[in-house]
């Protein structure tokens, strides 16, 4: 997601919120001016974007809090449980992460607090940035904590390439340094934190698969909550058919069996219109099976050449010489990130990994 492909993201920072953090402010810092920091964060509203409101709201309000970054800090904690929005409170973090860089411990304390009331995983990155070793050696501490917000925050981030932040670059050159922290959170019993961790080894498999897959056959994947992440941190490294990871999710072996004509339809749409793919997918095998099941759309560029876009489509254990209908329905319009072109769509349907049917749609 970006900003852009969801504009009304922004208007959680419209005039009401505004005037209700004023106010909420001046609840817990009665010497707080509201009516100047409502002229303040006011000014061009409308044309600021909503990272760039937020950062305002931060800077407006350490111009009415006291100087003293301790003492603004204890009135921030106040004001913390009184924001109704989980993203409202990243004005608190943010506020850590512009005024309290030298101020380490303090700071690095403020952020496990707020992470709780929403998310302090895009203020922490400047002090990692800063100071990796000593960073990460905290966030370590983190993923052991009782509190499931703090243990993702030492996940996600750390993540070498979140979204929405910049890029550790030392990270994306050697991950090892995260290691600790990803081996502490392997199989931890909140999904939440499982989400980060898929997503966190997701991100490393961009530049480093192996390593990613090396460190995976050594976690104990029979536990669900481990196996569970595998199968999310893998998902890049399946898509791609990579024989190494599909085999880590019980996948690695050919499939044995035979697909029924592919049957999309209709075959002729217009953007908006639902597509819907069919097939029948029967064993040849006497043993069970696990099967990964993924399908690719080639869409048609501007420039007439085509662009893959794979797609998952289910995971199953099919029994011996059984059969079962795969269906999916998807809906073709535009996003931000992906325009459709008039022509002819190739569709493939890949199983562990495999192309074992091929059928096309036209978008008129």
């Known amino acids: 997601m970006t900003e852009q492909s969801a504009p009304a993201l922004k208007e959680i920072f419209n005039h009401a919120r505004l005037r209700d953090i ?9 010497g707080f001016d509201a009516a100047r920091f409502l ?31 301790a003492q603004a800090l204890e009135i921030l904690r106040r004001l913390a449980p009184r ?27 403020a952020l496990r607090f707020f992470t709780a009331f929403g998310s302090s995983e895009f203020a922490v990155r400047p002090f990692l940035r800063r100071d990796l070793a000593r ?44 290691k600790p922290i990803l081996d502490n959170l392997r199989a931890d019993p909140s999904l939440y934190v499982r989400k980060s961790v898929a997503n966190h080894l997701n991100d490393i498999t961009k530049d480093h698969p ?6 995976l056959e050594g976690w104990p994947l029979q536990q669900p909550p481990t196996a569970w992440i595998a199968r999310h941190a893998l998902r890049t490294l399946i898509k791609q058919g990579d024989r190494r990871a599909l085999g880590l999710v019980g996948a690695g072996e050919a499939a044995l069996v035979s697909v029924g004509k592919l049957r999309i339809a209709p075959a002729e749409i217009l953007l908006g219109d639902a597509l819907r793919l069919a097939f029948r997918l029967s064993s040849t095998s006497p043993l069970p099976q696990r099967l990964v099941i993924d399908y690719a759309i080639h869409y048609v560029k501007k420039s007439g050449g085509t662009s893959v876009k794979v797609f998952k489509l289910k995971t199953l254990t099919l029994a011996p010489l059984a ?5 999916r329905s998807q809906t073709i319009r535009n996003f931000t990130t992906r325009m459709h072109y008039a022509g002819k769509h190739a569709v493939e349907v890949f199983i562990n990994g ?6 096309a749609f036209i978008i008129r």
């Open 22 to 30: 004023a106010a909420q402010t001046a609840a817990v810092h009665p």
């Open 39 to 69: 002229a303040a964060t006011a000014e061009g509203l409308d044309d600021l974007s909503l990272m760039a409101r937020l950062r305002r709201v931060s800077v407006c309000l350490h111009d009415g809090l006291p100087a003293d970054y």
């Open 83 to 109: 924001l109704d929005n989980r993203f409202v409170t990243l004005v608190l973090p943010e506020y850590v992460a512009m005024y309290g860089l030298d101020d380490y411990d303090r700071s690095m304390a």
């Open 135 to 178: 960073g990460l050696a905290l966030m370590e501490r983190w993923s052991r904590d009782d509190n499931e917000h703090v243990r993702r925050l030492a996940s996600e981030g750390s993540r070498p390439r979140l979204p929405w932040s910049f890029r550790l670059e030392a990270l994306l050159g050697d991950p090892s340094p995260v």
């Open 210 to 215: 192996d390593w990613v897959m090396d460190l």
């Open 323 to 327: 059969t079962v209908e795969i269906t």
């Open 354 to 359: 495999e192309c074992l049917a091929r059928g």
